[in-house]
């Protein structure tokens, strides 16, 4: 446990990212994934910065994709 001043941080009940994702009310971004015999794969994510790799690896095989949010 770190003391900074009068403040003490429990380094044991720090929130993780998923935890805090929760609480903020989910993703910023939805994935949507589609391959060349219509079927398709989506999932949420937090941006749309990496659309190509995340497509790569939930749906391998895909054509085109559309994110939509971040």
Same mark, same amino acid.
């Not at 003391?3 to 903020?24: A, C, G, H, V, Y």
């Not at 794969?41 to 939509?68: A, F, L, N, Q």
């Given at each position: +446990?770190?003391?900074?001043?009068?403040?003490?941080?429990?380094?044991?009940?720090?929130?993780?990212?998923?935890?805090? +994702?929760?609480?903020?009310?989910?993703?910023?971004?939805?994935?949507?994934?589609?391959?060349?015999?219509?079927?398709?794969?989506?999932?949420?994510?937090?941006?749309?910065?990496?659309?190509?790799?995340?497509?790569? +690896?939930?749906?391998?095989?895909?054509?085109?994709?559309?994110?939509?949010?971040?």
């Amino acid at each position: +446990m770190k003391k900074l001043n009068r403040l003490q941080i429990n380094s044991k009940k720090l929130i993780e990212n998923e935890e805090l +994702m929760t609480i903020r009310g989910g993703y910023s971004a939805y994935i949507r994934c589609v391959r060349p015999d219509g079927g398709n794969c989506g999932r949420d994510t937090y941006s749309c910065d990496y659309v190509e790799y995340e497509c790569d +690896m939930i749906c391998p095989g895909w054509e085109w994709s559309i994110c939509v949010g971040g």
